[in-house]
């Protein structure tokens, strides 16, 4: 089946720093891939979407300059999250489109990354 | 109203019973239907997806996709412990819409 890793699992920063989250689609190639924070005991909630060689769009609210997203590839997107704060630690989950046709409704999720930010 | 309602729960029921999971939405464009199961501090998992109304069976598991009343379900028959998690409803318009997410149902099975 179709398999997404992120890495790191967890990550612990200090605040004002910057962290990189990497998202790869292992064995499949991904037209768009998306970012999703999940606070605890609750949903997830859309950050941006992101396609292949273009510029992600976020969602209402989210701060392009404090989340940048990088899809650099059809198996490959990146979120930083710039000058870290400890409201941003979250849960972050990224999701994967496969490209095969018929099957693009499908997303495949990652394991997600524990961010703190002491 | 929010897009799509799910009661959260947490739900606990004993080992081999039937559970049922639901979502209610008032978009009626919405047409495909999936359903997530996701553990604990792990990312979500595709369980099973429908288009537009019917049912779907995946062994112990059925979707059922009610449109005229905006209701979907997902059964879990003779439920394991293994099931304790939380169960994400999920759907989209047209292809290559963005999902909505159900807020999620916490399950527990008891031994």
């Known amino acids: 089946g179709a398999v997404v890793s992120q890495h790191p699992s967890r990550v612990i920063c200090k605040s004002g720093t910057s962290v990189k989250i990497e998202c790869r689609s292992l064995?499949?190639?991904?037209?768009?891939m998306f970012w999703y924070r999940q606070f605890p005991k609750k949903s997830l909630m859309l950050m941006a979407t992101?396609?292949?060689?273009?510029?992600?769009?976020?969602e209402q609210g989210v701060e392009k300059d404090k989340f940048l997203i990088n899809h650099a590839s059809l198996t490959l997107s990146t979120l930083t999250v710039t000058s870290a704060h400890p409201e941003d630690s979250s849960f972050y989950i990224c999701?994967?489109?496969?490209?095969?046709?018929?099957?693009?409704?499908?997303?495949?999720f990652g394991p997600g990354t524990r961010l703190t930010v002491t | 109203q929010k897009e799509v309602e799910q009661d959260p729960g947490p739900l606990s029921v004993p080992e081999g019973a039937i559970v049922s999971l639901n979502c209610t939405y008032s978009?009626?464009?919405?047409?495909?239907f999936m359903w997530y199961r996701q553990y604990s501090r792990k990312g979500p998992e595709l369980l099973m997806y429908?288009?537009?109304?019917g049912n779907k069976e995946d062994g112990r598991f059925t979707a059922q996709v009610d449109k005229s009343s905006k209701y979907i379900s997902l059964f879990i028959r003779d439920s394991q412990p293994s099931d304790s998690a939380t169960y994400l409803c999920?759907?989209?318009?047209?292809?290559?819409?963005?999902?909505?997410f159900g807020p999620g149902t916490r399950l527990s099975v008891l031994p």
């Open positions: 978009n009626s464009a919405f047409q495909y």
């Open positions: 999701s994967a489109r496969e490209k095969a046709s018929g099957r693009a409704y499908e997303q495949y």
């Open positions: 992101s396609n292949e060689g273009s510029k992600a769009t976020y």
């Open positions: 429908t288009y537009s109304s």
């Open positions: 999920a759907m989209s318009a047209y292809y290559g819409q963005n999902f909505v």
């Open positions: 064995d499949f190639q991904a037209t768009t």
